[in-house]
């Protein structure tokens, strides 16, 4: 049963538009969400996090947002730049951090267009 | 420079056999840990370890097995007991809870 939900596999935007990615979880014991960005054959690496006790964090273009009643949070990218071209993977930890590991959806390949 | 190492990158294994991949870190990391990366599939943790001498088994870890005899490696036997084996392994060093390092993948093809 996957608790870290992606529900689209794909999303094509054009440069310089904002780009939304979105994610679901199931699990109300999930308190803290992290967004990482993996190029082909390279580890992810960190972009956003967000803990339950806030519905948004701000990064430069990477704004994170977490609605705990709908159990959902997106990223949103703006301006939108050929660099952001990567797979993003939404992942979620439980109360004590992911000492035991995070959860990680299945990923949403962003591709974006000149 | 700081950072966590994995090798190889490429490897691969004829069928029944043991094969071995290598996590090392100089981050001074306590925690470490093992994904696994199928075509269109979220990562899925193997295998991890909070403490030298201690792992706990993660949610896929039938067929591999590690060891943690040193605060700096992690390293990740797959065994013939592994039924399809054929994937991208990504281990990840973590100090606190939710600051995790990944390293650059180890693809490993069975032949």
């Known amino acids: 049963d996957q608790q870290v939900k992606q529900n689209s596999p794909s999303l094509s935007v054009q440069e310089g538009r904002i780009s939304i990615l979105n994610c679901d979880y199931t699990n109300s014991m999930f308190d803290y969400f992290l967004w990482y960005k993996k190029y082909p054959a390279e580890g992810p690496t960190f972009l956003i996090s967000?803990?339950?006790?806030?519905d948004k964090n701000e990064d430069g273009r990477f704004t994170v947002f977490l609605n705990k009643s709908a159990k959902h949070l997106s990223l949103h990218i703006v301006p939108s730049q050929p660099g952001d071209s990567a797979v993003y993977f939404c992942a979620a930890s439980g109360i004590g951090g992911g000492a035991d590991g995070l959860t990680f959806g299945k990923g949403t390949h962003l591709i974006i267009q000149p | 420079d700081g950072g966590i190492t994995q090798s190889p990158k490429y490897l691969f294994r004829k069928e029944g056999q043991n094969v071995t991949l290598s996590c090392e870190q100089n981050l001074n990391h306590d925690a470490m840990y093992w994904y696994r990366q199928d075509p269109g599939q979220g990562l899925r943790l193997i295998y991890y370890?909070?403490?030298?001498?201690?792992?706990q088994k993660g949610d896929i870890a039938e067929g591999y097995s590690v060891s943690r005899e040193k605060k700096e490696s992690f390293p990740l036997t797959v065994t013939s007991a592994q039924k399809n084996p054929t994937a991208f392994y990504l281990c990840?060093?973590?100090?606190?809870?939710?600051?995790?390092?990944f390293g650059s993948g180890t693809r490993l093809t069975v032949v």
């Open positions: 967000i803990s339950s006790i806030k």
């Open positions: 990840a060093s973590s100090m606190r809870s939710w600051g995790y390092t």
């Open positions: 370890s909070q403490i030298v001498n201690d792992f």
